[in-house]
């Protein structure tokens, strides 16, 4: 029974999460921490953190995770499954007619209309990851600085997750 509420769950955030990445964390953290209860609100920042370190997309990562965690390899695979195949089946169907219609005004439209909104699950989920990772003044002295060396230095973001370690490291460990 896991097995199939695994791929529904996944298969729904494939479905529904728009925009990828980012995007996809407010209905990654509803699905997985709010409605079903797979993980703690600790578990899913979690997971944002190591999806950083690991190479693929965060939907796969927690899929793969959330699945391995409830049902094994089979929960793994399932979970995986899951949130990959509408975007494939979306993905090999819509490539017929974008490249038919990529001149459409109407495709042009809804495009356009999609990125703010984009935009906006990106800052909701910012907001809501922010509230539960700030948990004290050095937390935010360790965003602070990443977060300015990112956007003035360009820093290189292995370089930044590093830094982010030696100083949580640094401020509490000693």
Known sequence: MIILKLFLAFLKIGAFGFGGGYAMLPLI?????????????????????????TPGPIAINSATFVGYKM???????????????????????????????????ALKSVLLGMKPAMIGLIISAFISLGSKSYLDVKSV???????????????????????SGVLGLVFYSF
Do not use: C
């Not at 509803?30 to 209860?37: A, F, G, K, P």
């Not at 995986?80 to 490539?95: D, E, Q, R």
């Open 71 to 105: 049902g094994g390899f089979l929960g793994s695979a399932a979970a995986t499954l899951g949130v990959v195949t509408f975007s494939f089946i979306l993905v090999t169907i819509a490539t017929h007619y974008v490249e038919k219609f990529k001149e459409s005004k």
């Open 29 to 53: 953290e509803r699905e997985i921490v709010t409605n079903n209860h797979w993980l703690s609100y600790r578990e899913f920042i979690d997971i944002i953190a190591i999806s950083q370190m």
């Open 141 to 163: 002295i360790i965003g602070g600085i990443i977060g300015a060396l990112l956007f003035s230095k360009k820093v290189h973001p292995i370089m930044a997750i590093v830094l």
